[in-house]
C-alpha cells in the first residue's frame, strides 16, 4: 500500500506537474527557437513531461522518474537559453558558420576569457536556469502515484488524450530531420562538427597559406599607377533569360537598364555569357582558379591580388563554410552579413549595401579589390525579394501566356512570378552596387565593376521543372555586365561578337585590376584584345553557345 504524498487528488497533482513543468520548458523553448521550430521541440520533449500523468506505486521509481525528467527538462532549457544567447547577441544560431568557426576557433584559455568578459549576460541566463531548474524540480516530484481507488484512477478520455500525444511524439522521433533538433541529438552532432571543422581546418589554413606563398613567389606587379577600385559582384542563380537587360519580356531590371543608357560604352553585357557548372561550389573554385583544373595547382585570384599589393575585402549574404574557408578567408576583411541558417537566409541582399559603401570610404589604402557575394534569386524564391514586392503574380501577360502554350504547369508558372520578383529586387541591389562604384572617388582614381552569376537556374525554361539544372541548358545561361571609368569602350567589337565563359573571369578580372604576371592568357581574357572563344564542355548539350 503506497500513501498519497498530498490531499489533492492524485490526477489534479499530476495535471499541475505536467502543467507546470511543461510551461516551463515551451517558455524557454520559445526564446531560443521561433515559428514551427518551437511546436516541433514542444513534441520532442512530450514523452517525459506526459511520464508525469502515469501513475507509479513505487517510491524509488517515483524518485528515479523525478531525477529523469528534470535532467531531461533542463536539456531542454540550456539549449533554449543557449540559443537565445547567441540570437541576442549575435543573431546567429549556434550551427551557423560564425558560431561553430568560432567555437571551433576556441581553446580553453580563450573559453574562460570569453566568459569573464560576459559574464552579465551570463548571469542574467545562468538565473533563469536556476529558476527553470528549481520550478522544474518542485513540479516533477509531483509526478502521478497509483492509487488502489478506482475514483482516483485518471479518466478514459484522460488516457486517451495521453495516448494520442505520445503518437504524435513517435511521429517526431520517427522523422530524420525532426528528432535532430532534439537538444542532445543536436549538441552531440554539433560537437561532431566542431571536430570535423576543426581537423578541416587543420588543412584549409595551410592551404591558404600555400596559396598566399604561391602568389608572392609569382610576384604579380600592378601595370597601372594611381588609387584603383574594382568591385566583383558574384550573385547566385540567376538566368540571364529573365533579365530585360537581356531582352526578357517582363521589365525585371529597369534599374540596370537606366545605367546602361547613361555609360554607353563603358558599360559592356556580355550577351552570351556562361557558366561551366550548375552549383556555387565547383562554379567558384573555377572562378577564383581562372577555369584551371586541380592538377595544376593554378593560383588563387585574391591571393594574386593581395599579392599585388590589394586590400581585398569579401563581403557575403551567404553563411557557408566551404565558401568562406576555401575563398573569403583569403581577403584582408570578412564580412558575413548573413550568419543565421535558416532563420536569416531570408535576409535581403539589400543588407550588404552599407558594408560595401564602408569598404568604398575606407581611406587605408589606395587599391581595393572588393568581392560581393548575393544570394541573387537563389530558391526558395519568395525570399530574395520583400513582402508584397511581387508585380508579375496574377498578370496574363506574354510571359504567362507563353508559358501556358508551352504546357507549364501552374506551379511552374507561380514560380516563374516570384523568380521574376526576385530578379526586379536583385535588379535593386546590383544598380546599386554599380552607383556606388560609379560615384567619384579620389582625383583621378580608376574604378571598375564586373557582375556575374555563379550558375543559371531553370524556372519553366525547357522543362516543367524550377531549381538548379545541371542537366538543362538554363542551368548554365548566366549574366555577365562590366563597367568601367574608362574613356575606350570596355570591350573591343570583335569580343562583343563572341560568347563568354565564368570559369575564365579571373583573366578578366586581373585585367580589370591591372595586375600582371608570368602565365597570363590572353586569349581568355574578353577583355584584352587577343580574346578566344573555346567552347566548354558541360554535362548538356547546347547547339550554340552564341544564343
Ligand atoms: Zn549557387
Redesign the pocket.
Known amino acids: 500500500m503506497t500513501t498519497l504524498p498530498q490531499q489533492a487528488s492524485p490526477s489534479r497533482n499530476a495535471l499541475l506537474a505536467c502543467g507546470v513543468v511543461g510551461a516551463t520548458l515551451l517558455a524557454l523553448i520559445a526564446l531560443g527557437h521561433d515559428g514551427r521550430r518551437i511546436a516541433q521541440l514542444a513534441v520532442l520533449a512530450l514523452p517525459m513531461v506526459l511520464w508525469l500523468a502515469w501513475p507509479l506505486r513505487s517510491a524509488r521509481i517515483r524518485r528515479v522518474r523525478t531525477l529523469l525528467v528534470w535532467l531531461w527538462a533542463m536539456g531542454f532549457a540550456i539549449d533554449g537559453a543557449v540559443r537565445a544567447y547567441l540570437l541576442d547577441t549575435y543573431q546567429a544560431a549556434p550551427d551557423g558558420a560564425m558560431v561553430l568557426g568560432a567555437a571551433a576557433n576556441t581553446n580553453a584559455r580563450e573559453g574562460t576569457e570569453y566568459l569573464w568578459m560576459h559574464w552579465r549576460s551570463a548571469a542574467v541566463w545562468g538565473a533563469v536556469l536556476v529558476v527553470a531548474g528549481v520550478l522544474v524540480g518542485m513540479f516533477a516530484r509531483r509526478g502521478a502515484v497509483a492509487s488502489t481507488t478506482v475514483s482516483a484512477r485518471p479518466s478514459r478520455w484522460m488516457v486517451a488524450l495521453i495516448a494520442l500525444l505520445l503518437l504524435l511524439s513517435c511521429v517526431a522521433y520517427a522523422s530524420k530531420p525532426w528528432r535532430r533538433l532534439h537538444p542532445a541529438i543536436f549538441w552531440t552532432q554539433w560537437i561532431d562538427s566542431l571536430h570535423t571543422l576543426r581537423s578541416a581546418w587543420a588543412g584549409q589554413q595551410k592551404q591558404r597559406d600555400r596559396l598566399m606563398a604561391q602568389a608572392k613567389a609569382i610576384a604579380p606587379v600592378i601595370a597601372q599607377s594611381g588609387p584603383s577600385t574594382v568591385v566583383l559582384v558574384i550573385t547566385?542563380?540567376i538566368n540571364r533569360d529573365n533579365m530585360a537587360l537581356y531582352g526578357y519580356g517582363r521589365p525585371t531590371t529597369p534599374r540596370l537598364l537606366a545605367h546602361k543608357a547613361q555609360t554607353g560604352d563603358q558599360m559592356a553585357v556580355l550577351k552570351n555569357a556562361w557558366s561551366v557548372d550548375a552549383?556555387?561550389?565547383p562554379?567558384l573554385r573555377n572562378m577564383f582558379h581562372f577555369g584551371l583544373p586541380e592538377a595544376e595547382s593554378p593560383p588563387h585570384v585574391l591571393a594574386l591580388a593581395r599579392a599585388a599589393g590589394y586590400k581585398v575585402w569579401w563581403i557575403s549574404n551567404h553563411d557557408d563554410l566551404a565558401i568562406e574557408q576555401q575563398h573569403a578567408r583569403l581577403a584582408d576583411v570578412v564580412d558575413m552579413v548573413n550568419r543565421t541558417p535558416g532563420r536569416a537566409s531570408a535576409s535581403l541582399d539589400g543588407e550588404i549595401l552599407d558594408c560595401v559603401q564602408e569598404a568604398l570610404a575606407d581611406t587605408s589604402t589606395d587599391r581595393k579589390l572588393i568581392v560581393v557575394h548575393l544570394m541573387?534569386a537563389?530558391p526558395h524564391y519568395s525570399l530574395r525579394f520583400p513582402a508584397n514586392a511581387n508585380p508579375f503574380n496574377d498578370n496574363v501577360d506574354a510571359v504567362e501566356s507563353g508559358l501556358v502554350k508551352d504546357g507549364r504547369s501552374a506551379w511552374v508558372r507561380r514560380f516563374r512570378q516570384e523568380y521574376d520578383a526576385a530578379l526586379l529586387y536583385h535588379d535593386f541591389v546590383v544598380s546599386e552596387l554599380l552607383q556606388q562604384t560609379r560615384a567619384p572617388g579620389k582625383q583621378g582614381e580608376y574604378r571598375a565593376w564586373m557582375y556575374l552569376?555563379?550558375?543559371g537556374q531553370e524556372v519553366g525554361h525547357v522543362s516543367d521543372r524550377a531549381g538548379?539544372s545541371p542537366s538543362t541548358a538554363s542551368g548554365y545561361r548566366i549574366p555577365a555586365v562590366v563597367w568601367r571609368n574608362s574613356q575606350s569602350p570596355v570591350l573591343s567589337a570583335e569580343a562583343a561578337q563572341q560568347p563568354f565563359r565564368a570559369d575564365w573571369a579571373g583573366w578578366s578580372l586581373m585585367n580589370l585590376l591591372g595586375v600582371r604576371w608570368d602565365g597570363q592568357r590572353a586569349e581568355r581574357d574578353v577583355l584584352g584584345g587577343s580574346y578566344q572563344w573555346q567552347a566548354p564542355v558541360i554535362p548538356v548539350a547546347v547547339e550554340s553557345f552564341s544564343r
Open positions: 547566385d542563380s552549383s556555387t561550389l562554379a541573387g537563389h552569376s555563379d550558375h538548379h
